[in-house]
């Protein structure tokens, strides 16, 4: 596609509901990340995915997060038993290579009631 | 962990004045960039810096990084309302599997 695109543009959940946000990269890239954004605040990093290498999962802030993968395609963001607390923006991103611009998706709002 | 501090945390200028925003970070870096981000939704990259560089411009923004004093600064000159944003730096760490990391961001308002 011409950009980094996501779905839903907006969820809105009840709280120890699970959800799933999807994120599809730009074709050819190898790179995709995955941040949270609480209002007003700077990005989070939450999960980095590089080809087929194992995933850096060191900002995922519990168990209830994870995010797979399928080679270089499509990432889904499972949020379980969600909570308040993890109301925010989840923005999505994918690059060439780590070390390149990262180009974002418009991100998912995320709000648990 | 390593991370960018953006400075000043707000800025409001008038339309027409030039915008200085400043980026501090801990540990040795590969690169610098600098994003913007409108109405709290997708980044957009502005301009990368490597480590070996020491200035750089894109149209109106000009980028500085001073590695000894690990900072960066963007520059902004004659702004518009439309450059009404947040802007993020981002680094990436020189060792380690850490990705970019980003600061706070600076709030920037144009005032027409």
């Known amino acids: 596609g011409a950009g980094v695109s996501q779905s839903p543009s907006n969820k809105v959940t009840e709280k120890g509901k699970d959800v799933e946000l999807r994120c599809d990269p730009i074709s050819g890239h190898t790179a995709l990340y995955w941040y949270r954004q609480r209002l007003g605040q700077g990005l989070e990093f939450l999960i980095y995915f590089q080809g087929n290498s194992a995933p850096d999962k060191s900002g995922l802030p519990s168990d209830r997060f994870s995010a797979e993968r399928t080679g270089e395609s499509v990432s889904t963001l499972t949020i379980q038993r969600t909570q308040q607390e993890d109301s925010a923006v989840y923005l999505c991103?994918?690059?060439?290579?780590?070390?390149?611009?990262?180009?974002f998706g418009p991100g998912t709002r995320l709000t648990v009631l | 962990s390593q991370q960018g501090e953006e400075d000043p945390q707000a800025l409001s200028i008038q339309e027409g004045e030039n915008a200085t925003m400043n980026c501090s970070y801990k540990?040795?870096?590969?690169?610098l960039q600098w994003y913007r981000q409108n109405s709290g939704r997708g980044l957009v990259h502005l301009i990368l810096i490597r480590s070996n560089e020491r200035e750089k411009h894109s149209g109106r923004l000009r980028v500085t990084l001073d590695t000894s004093k690990k900072s960066s600064s963007l520059l902004i000159t004659a702004s518009r309302a439309a450059d009404t944003a947040s802007y993020f730096c981002?680094?990436?760490?020189?060792?380690?599997?850490?990705?970019?990391?980003f600061g706070k961001g600076t709030r920037l308002s144009v005032i027409a």
């Open positions: 991103a994918s690059s060439l290579g780590r070390y390149n611009e990262q180009f």
């Open positions: 540990t040795s870096i590969n690169n």
């Open positions: 981002a680094t990436d760490a020189y060792s380690g599997n850490t990705p970019l990391v």
